[in-house]
């Protein structure tokens, strides 16, 4: 009897692997203390604190792999993390840009400028918007020193994230300053919002041909603030 029953067993066996069948998978491993961080952490994302929902989803998956909470992370957190990556990074930009308003020449001023980031290590330039009470509106590179070069028709070529390259009209200030003027300032500071990297080109007096690299994606035209009407 004991061998029938052997035989028998053996005979499923064989017959489930001739079929191809495969053993059911196994069940998700039960773990209360998952579920109670797993309900922080949905805490966490749904109040936008995704600093804290990261570290507490990584924690998940380390200390409780295998579980249904561990495969929810699984499946939420690479979004979270690109959220707070982009927020971040959003953040920096903004932090390039100096907006300030003051008094320059007897008028009131709004400007906002940021800064090159000249891998070359050549000296820093500084983009400027300026809103001016007597002088208006304007767009303008500061280099600082023997300013720049530009023979007419002077005009600086710039590449918006790498697309292939467009000259735009500018003029040196009759004053002598160390700064070269952008002429068509409004359809600058309209393009400028999302753009990652800006390279102008120019000459400086003091160094030659450049290409001065900006990051002006954190531009935000509102809080180059309007002056007040006279």
């Given at each position: 009897?004991?061998?029938?029953?052997?035989?028998?067993?053996?005979?499923?066996?064989?017959a489930?692997?001739?079929?191809?069948?495969?053993?059911?998978?196994?069940?998700?491993?039960?773990?209360?203390?998952?579920?109670?961080?797993?309900?922080?952490?949905?805490?966490?994302?749904?109040?936008?604190?995704?600093?804290?929902?990261?570290?507490?989803?990584?924690?998940?998956?380390r200390?409780?792999?295998?579980?249904?909470?561990?495969?929810e992370?699984?499946?939420?957190?690479?979004?979270?993390?690109?959220?707070?990556?982009?927020?971040?990074?959003?953040?920096?930009?903004?932090?390039?840009?100096?907006?300030?308003?003051?008094?320059?020449s007897?008028?009131?001023?709004?400007?906002?400028?940021?800064f090159?980031?000249?891998?070359?290590?050549?000296?820093?330039?500084?983009?400027?918007?300026?809103?001016?009470?007597?002088?208006?509106?304007?767009?303008?590179?500061?280099?600082g020193?023997?300013?720049?070069?530009?023979?007419?028709?002077?005009?600086?070529?710039?590449?918006?994230?790498g697309?292939?390259?467009?000259?735009?009209?500018?003029?040196?200030?009759?004053?002598?300053?160390?700064?070269?003027?952008?002429?068509?300032?409004?359809?600058?500071?309209?393009?400028?919002?999302?753009?990652?990297?800006?390279?102008?080109e120019a000459?400086?007096?003091?160094?030659?041909?450049?290409?001065?690299?900006?990051?002006?994606?954190?531009f935000?035209?509102?809080?180059?603030v309007?002056?007040?009407?006279?």
């Amino acid at each position: 009897m004991i061998a029938l029953s052997r035989t028998l067993a053996v005979a499923l066996l064989l017959a489930v692997a001739a079929c191809g069948g495969k053993p059911p998978p196994a069940a998700p491993r039960v773990d209360p203390r998952a579920a109670q961080v797993l309900a922080t952490y949905r805490e966490l994302v749904g109040a936008n604190s995704l600093e804290f929902a990261i570290t507490v989803g990584r924690e998940i998956q380390r200390n409780h792999p295998g579980t249904p909470a561990a495969a929810e992370v699984a499946a939420t957190l690479p979004e979270i993390e690109a959220r707070f990556a982009a927020g971040n990074q959003a953040k920096r930009l903004a932090a390039l840009w100096d907006c300030q308003t003051s008094v320059q020449s007897g008028g009131a001023q709004s400007a906002a400028s940021i800064f090159s980031i000249d891998p070359s290590g050549a000296a820093q330039v500084r983009f400027i918007f300026r809103r001016h009470a007597e002088w208006g509106r304007s767009a303008y590179l500061f280099a600082g020193g023997g300013g720049f070069l530009c023979p007419e028709p002077c005009s600086l070529l710039m590449r918006f994230d790498g697309a292939p390259g467009t000259r735009w009209k500018a003029h040196l200030p009759e004053t002598g300053e160390p700064a070269i003027f952008i002429d068509d300032d409004v359809a600058l500071a309209a393009k400028l919002p999302g753009t990652q990297r800006l390279e102008i080109e120019a000459v400086l007096r003091d160094q030659g041909p450049v290409t001065m690299v900006f990051e002006p994606g954190g531009f935000v035209p509102a809080k180059w603030v309007e002056l007040p009407k006279p």
